[in-house]
């Protein structure tokens, strides 16, 4: 029983990460008014679904719960760190998808020092890949 127990907690730090990472999202857009790039947007499409499935799959142990919610961590992962590639320079301009509105190579808003947003989602995304990834190979019948 110690070994389900410990396997538990490997599902139960991705949620966490999922957890925390979408109300940060909902407090940076509702509560300090800064509008998201396109780019935060599909990372917030991947991540929102995260604190769902995961919290679901926390609460009635089913493994099944992180095997739904890897394609959202792997999806979220790479748009974060095409991002983080775009805020760095790595990214040739003419590759920026943002349009009208808050630029997606220019982030504002720092966290922690000098911490972008787009940086924290990099590690949000590989933390949660991460802890699932675990998980399933310990589960694995």
Known sequence: MQDKRTQWWWLMAAWAVALISTLGALFIGEVMGMTPCVL???????MFPLAIILGMAVFTEDRRGAVYAMPFALAGLALAAYHCALIAGWVPQWWVPCGTGPSCSQQALVILGDIQI?????AAFLAIAAALTIYLIRTRK
């Open 118 to 122: 787009p940086w924290l989602s990099l």
């Open 40 to 46: 935060c947007w599909y990372q917030r499409i991947a």
